[in-house]
């Protein structure tokens, strides 16, 4: 059985309901759902702010790319629409696979341009790590280190501090 870690994020339209499909879309591979956060937009700051969350999932056999087709099977039905120009712009929905371990829970590695794991930036950005605390508190970042100690980095911790919980939105698992 693989397990994968993705993290979600929606700023345009109704974003709790883009989040909520989402994790209804994963059915019952879904294990557990962080909290809410509300976050300033990354890397392109001319849009509205995020609601993010993490969610951990499991799926018996399912491959590394499994877990980033069913990332773009709920883009694409969240109506996203990419932009080429630009790369961290607005989004209905965004799914990133963030990490994938085996069967064996060991954790997959991956310099294939589609699909890079862990995530290649997933350690800079806070609005995936805080969240990823809720559900593992001792979460390990394959690579990088502890999630904790992660947060702790100066460039992660001065955006920690823009990140606001949204204990009003609940995803269910």
Request: glycine share 8%; aromatic share 6%.
């Amino acid at each position: 059985m693989t397990r994968a870690v993705l993290a979600l994020g929606s700023n345009l339209g109704d974003r709790e309901a883009h989040l909520r499909a989402a994790v209804a879309g994963l059915g019952d591979s879904v294990v557990v759902v962080s909290g809410v956060y509300e976050t300033p937009p990354w890397g392109d700051p001319d849009q509205p702010h995020y609601l993010n969350a993490v969610l951990l999932a499991t799926d018996p056999g399912a491959a590394p790319k499994d877990w980033l087709a069913t990332a773009h099977r709920l883009e694409e039905a969240a109506g996203r629409v990419r932009d080429p120009g630009r790369r961290f712009g607005p989004r209905t929905l965004d799914v990133d696979v963030i990490a994938v371990w085996n069967d064996d829970g060991e954790p997959v590695t991956s310099d294939d341009p589609e699909l890079t794991l862990p995530h290649p930036r997933a350690h800079l950005r806070a609005f995936v790590l805080r969240p990823w605390i809720d559900i593992q508190p001792y979460a390990w970042l394959p690579g990088r280190g502890w999630v904790n100690d992660l947060l702790r980095d100066d460039a992660v911790a001065g955006d920690l501090a823009d990140l606001r919980p949204r204990v009003d939105v609940h995803l269910d698992s």
